[in-house]
Every structure is written in C-alpha cells, then in structure tokens.
C-alpha cells in the first residue's frame, strides 16, 4: 500500500491541514529514542505542548506502542511513530525541532564517560541523518556524555557542510532544575520563584552552579555552599543510585528537556526574552563549547550570555571544570575526526 492512503494516514493530514488553516502556530518536532525511559514521559510531555503541530517518535524498538498509546491523547499535535534506522529519514523531513535522547544510560558505579563508546557512534548516526534530512533543524541534545555528544554532533554536521552552531544545544536544564529544587530546599521558599545559573558542563565537575548569581539575591555559609555544590554536581549519580541499576533520571529529564524544548520553540515562534543556560559552541572561555545562559530566538542560540561575576570558590571551580571539558570535548571532536 502506497504511503499516506491509509485511512489514518489521510485523517492524519486532514487535522495537519486543518490547523494550520487555522493560523495556529505549530512547529513540527522529532523525539529520537522516544521508547526508553526519557523518551517515553517526554513524548507525552511534547504531545501537551500547544506549540506542537507534529510529533514524530523515532526509536529502534517499540514506537509502535509508544505512538498509538500517546496518539490517543486529545491535544493538538499528529503523532506518528517510526522504527528502526529504515525509517530515520522519513522521521526527520520537515522537522523544526530534533529532542536527542536516545542510548544507554549509567548504572551504579559508572561515570556518563563510561557511554562514551556506545552512544558517540549512536549520536553519530542520528546527526548524519539530521545532516541530510532536516539541516535547518535546532537540535537539543541529551544523550551522555553531553560534554563529548555536542562536539561529535558539530563534527558530523561540519562534515556534512551542514553546521550552525546556533542551532546545536546540548540540554543541560535538569542541573539547574536540581540546583533551583535543593537552593529552595535550603532557603525555604518555592522553586518556582529561584533561579540558579548553572554553567561548565554536564558531568560531575563540569557542572558549575553559581551561587552568587542567585536570584533572589541571596548569601549561603560556606557550609551551605558546598553542600549545594556537591549535591547539584552529584544529582545524577543520587538518582541512579536510588534506582540501583533500573537507569538514571528519567521523569525529572524528560520535565528538564521539555521546559528546555518549549523555550526553543517559544524562541522559533519569536518571543522576546528566552533564556535558558544550555551546552554550546562559545567563546565564554577558552574552550570551543561552554554553557552558560543563552538567549534563544528565531535562529536558535541568538546570543552567549557572559559568566558575570565569579567569586573566589568559583573561580576555582571554573579551573577544575575546564580542565576536565578540555578532554571531554577532544574525545568527542577525535571520534569523528581520526
Ligand atoms: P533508555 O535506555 O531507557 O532509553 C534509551 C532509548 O534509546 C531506548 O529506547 C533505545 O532503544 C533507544 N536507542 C538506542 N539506540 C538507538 C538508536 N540508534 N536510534 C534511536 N534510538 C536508540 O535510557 P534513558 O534513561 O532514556 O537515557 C537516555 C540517554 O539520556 C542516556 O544517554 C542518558 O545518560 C542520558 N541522560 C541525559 C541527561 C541530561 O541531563 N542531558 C539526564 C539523564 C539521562
């Protein structure tokens, strides 16, 4: 049977046609590893999002339930589901937005660069076919070790002629969903109202929380600065621990990559004054990517915010955190280019 005339397939681009007569915005999105424990609650995180149009999840098992389960969901996005690498292309044409979180995540005793060898060429993979089929796409990445996947990502797209910095975002948000979670704890006020810069990287020391940016303006004992420290740079490793080998953070992630997916989308759509601290190409520091807090707009990463201030328990650890990103990021930019 040709493509598109099945019964769903034809009802499926009635209601595409439907709503965008309507004027409504929708942006379609791709979800790549939509079936694992991330991919699933972020499916039906994105599936809520008004902003959605199309919802395409994309995994090498199981999206044929994942995408008739959240298909029956009466929001506004078309979901339609996609399996295995056969199928990668037809997943990714037309995409306005690519959610990465597909590969192994740890398990007790392990570090996110113990994925290294399995995810990198994983993450390559899907970039070749995000190279060819939806260029323009901005790409949020989550798939560990982010402090390598995000230069393996730029390799391939580079490779391929294809490469906007500005549009490849590593998804650091659930460092500072956590960092806003235990600074609220400690200060006994509502983490909807506290923000916490969280910059460096995605692993262990990388993750630099900058509590002298808190906002509200605040002050911690030097006690409380390092128990918020270790606590935000050990977050992972609380939860995949808890989970005693059944996986790492899985419904806190696809929360943390669904807000970060919305400001990217509310960014596409042109709103004013989105900004979200994310994994980037950037010349904050030395290093050739860096997060910090970046406006996000129709292009994607419209500008790098700076670190600003940096007292002295920072400063020490923005040497630490370079030091260890250096490597992390060579290994990546070395897989694809030995
Ligand atoms: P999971 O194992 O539950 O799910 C991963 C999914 O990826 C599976 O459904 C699997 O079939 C799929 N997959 C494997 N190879 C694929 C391929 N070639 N193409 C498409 N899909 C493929 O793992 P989970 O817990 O969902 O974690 C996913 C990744 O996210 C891990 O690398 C983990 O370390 C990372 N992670 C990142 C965080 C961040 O803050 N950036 C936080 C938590 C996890």
């Not at 590969?103 to 995000?130: Q, S, Y």
């Amino acid at each position: 049977q040709p493509p598109g005339s099945k019964v769903e397939d034809i009802s499926l681009l009635r209601r595409e046609d439907c709503r965008s007569k309507g004027g409504a915005p929708g942006f379609k999105v791709a979800l790549l590893g939509a079936s694992g424990g991330i991919g699933q609650p972020l499916a039906l995180l994105m599936k809520m999002n008004p902003l959605v149009s199309a919802l395409h999840l994309y995994d090498v098992v199981n999206t044929p339930g994942v995408t008739a389960d959240i298909g029956h969901m009466d929001t506004g996005a078309v979901v339609r589901g996609f399996l295995g690498q056969p199928q990668l292309e037809s997943a990714l044409t037309g995409m306005d937005l690519v959610i990465i979180p597909a590969g192994v995540p740890r398990k007790p005793g392990m570090t996110r660069d113990d994925l290294f060898n399995i995810n990198a060429g994983i993450v390559r993979t899907l970039c070749e076919g995000i190279a060819k089929c939806c260029p323009n796409a901005i790409v949020n990445l989550i798939s560990n070790p982010v402090n390598s996947t995000v230069p393996i990502a730029a390799e391939v797209f580079k490779r391929a002629g294809t490469y906007d910095p500005k549009r490849l975002l590593g998804v650091t948000t659930l460092d500072v969903v956590r960092a806003n979670t235990f600074v609220a704890e400690v200060l006994g006020i509502d983490p909807r109202d506290v923000d916490v810069p969280v910059v460096g990287g995605h692993a262990g020391v990388t993750i630099l929380p900058l509590l002298s940016q808190v906002n509200p303006p605040c002050s911690f004992t030097t006690e409380e600065i390092r128990y918020l420290t270790d606590r935000i740079q050990n977050g992972g490793t609380e939860v995949v621990e808890a989970k005693a080998g059944a996986g790492s953070a899985t419904l806190s992630m696809a929360y943390a990559a669904a807000k970060f997916a919305d400001a990217c989308l509310r960014g596409l759509r042109g709103d004013a004054g989105i900004v979200e601290c994310s994994f980037v190409a950037s010349q904050v520091t030395e290093l050739p990517f860096f997060a910090t807090k970046v406006r996000l707009g129709r292009g994607g990463v419209e500008e790098i915010l700076p670190l600003g201030p940096l007292n002295e328990f920072e400063r020490a650890g923005l040497e630490k955190a370079k030091k260890e990103l250096a490597g992390s990021i060579q290994k990546g930019v070395s897989f694809i280019r030995k």
